[in-house]
């Protein structure tokens, strides 16, 4: 690259944008990178099974903080929604909106966070566009990433699956993702040490989606484990009753919210994974998750005949309603 | 949806957002919309062939021009690019960036906008994704799309079958997007009543993929017809001439280029098809283009052994060189 820090030019389909392209996007992705040739790229099947797609878009605020960047969160995030739904993840693509005046090194540096993402998840971006946005209209870098996948004949997950008594786990601790960001803005005057859960839920999701019992799966971003446990209750038509005493948080996570008075339900985690599985098969599925990388997985919560709501068991034995959320305590997060 | 305007609450996975993606995006998408209960949507293959992925980013600026929006731009621009790869379109997924303060209203007409682009396109949207961003850090509205298609086996279309002698075609006049939005934007005073190509080139392509002598396709977007003539030059090690008087450019377009000194040849387009052909094959391809509803396709060129640079022959029998681009003259064009 001839500049140092990104003009409106490298936007314009000319020479700058085609060495932005090849030696930011091409070379720093290297073996998982794209043919930049093409207007659309091949994508072999590994086997035979069903396509899934899926998009998410990344806005996190700062771009870089413990745990990783929006480079990473941007590859995770996307294989992630594949992999819950029971896919190998195969493809990404990726598209950068880049504000003039973004510095390159930083442009290399989530590059390289991507690449290191795809070769975990084992998939590679194969196919790119770059838009590059005045100064004033853009906030660095925004991404956004869509997925192919391929789900093995067989694997059958879906809400409609879920019953009564069926168990709800969490693969992890939650809201590190959430409150690690916050403490990269300094927000409140905040400081401190805890890192990003972000990370692939493939290892975990590719072992879960063949056991007897498992009847669906979602990872916890924005609105957190209250806005699934949400979302499984309006879906099912049950209660979902999580106990506190069982919620895996750590203690940073808790000390935060005490402080500023958010509630970890409601903190987005970027590398965990929840579990539906029937009653019976809920001790040998925590067990796996905890040989397959996931030893502070724990069964949270269950669902029961009852009004179609999330509850949460307090510690004391009381109970409490976990609202829709409504107003954004954390924007940019993800 | 309960807001007339978007706030930053729309973003944060709660109620707000649901209704936002269910009452803006699912609804305005109908039939052609996505099931917004999955992480990752399945996809039907409508016939076993090659899989093709590509993707493109949308930041074109007014949001709507004469002629479209940045909502069917953002349709047309990734079915066009698996269309000129030979495939037939399947499936799109969207993510929507809205800054803070959007008006719903223009939200849904942009939406309306996508749902008619994929009907005459045949494409479903399968999945999406909306992040809002804070006031003042994003232009209005950001699109991105990402497609799945598939290619019929035997259909070969590379750069790398280009020959000496290939002549090129291009499907309609050059320019009129670029213009189209130079002009809604009021840009030096000027105003005009062009309108923008932007179009599926999808029903082209069908009909072209599968003649005889039909090398290579790609659509002239940012950076227009020059820009993909150098490219064809780089790729094939030969040398590229265009006939200035061969080439459509509508009186509107010539008259802005002639008042503001742009050069029709880096104007985008957005619904134009470039083919290369063999040379004998040259006359069918154009009376085909022009059955299928390209009625001012025209051969603006040829390849020739020589520097693999991009010429144009002038009106006058001079020569000049097509250089790379480099100043961007028109940022925020599609």
């Known amino acids: 690259m001839e500049h140092s820090h990104i003009l409106l030019a490298h936007g314009n389909g000319g020479r700058f944008m085609r060495e932005l392209i090849r030696e930011v996007f091409a070379q720093g992705l290297g073996d998982v990178g794209p043919d930049t040739q093409l207007d659309a790229a091949p994508v072999r099947l590994p086997f035979a099974g069903e396509l899934l797609t899926t998009t998410d878009g990344f806005t996190v605020q ?13 590859v995770h995030g996307t294989v992630n929604d594949l992999a819950v739904a029971g896919a190998d993840p195969v493809s990404l693509t990726l598209n950068a909106f880049i504000e003039e005046g973004t510095e390159v090194a930083l442009l290399r540096r989530l590059v390289a966070a991507m690449a290191a993402a795809a070769r975990e998840a084992g998939v590679r971006i194969v196919a790119g566009d770059t838009k590059i946005l005045r100064r004033g209209e853009g906030g660095g870098v925004y991404l956004a990433t869509a997925g192919i996948g391929v789900r093995p004949a067989g694997v059958k997950l879906s809400m409609d699956l879920i019953q009564a008594g069926d168990a709800i786990l969490v693969s992890g601790p939650v809201g590190d993702h959430g409150t690690a960001v916050m403490l990269a803005r300094e927000a ?16 975990l999701t590719r072992v879960l989606r063949a056991m007897p019992g498992v009847r669906f799966m979602r990872d916890p971003t924005r609105g957190g484990i209250a806005t699934v446990a949400h979302e499984l209750a309006q879906a099912s038509g ?19 919210c005490d402080i500023v008075g958010y509630d970890p339900y409601y903190l987005a985690c970027e590398g965990r994974v929840v579990v539906v599985v029937a009653a019976a098969q809920a001790q040998a599925v925590l067990a796996q998750l905890s040989a397959a990388g996931a030893p502070e997985a724990a069964i949270v919560g269950v669902f029961e005949t009852g009004p179609k709501q999330a509850i949460v068991e307090t510690h004391l034995g009381g109970e409490r309603l976990l609202l829709e959320l ?8 993800c």
Not at 188 to 202: K, Q, T
Not at 238 to 256: G, I, K, N
Not at 326 to 333: A, F, G, H, K, V
Request: proline share 12%.
């Open 188 to 203: 409140f005057g905040l400081r401190g040490d805890l890192r990003s859960d972000a990370a692939s839920v493939w290892p």
């Open 238 to 256: 049950l209660q979902v009753r999580l106990w506190a005493s069982q919620l895996p948080v750590r203690e940073p996570v808790r000390a935060v």
């Open 326 to 333: 409504e107003d954004d305590p954390l924007p940019r997060i």
């Open 62 to 74: 700062p771009l870089e903080f413990p745990g990783g960047n929006i480079g990473s969160l941007a």
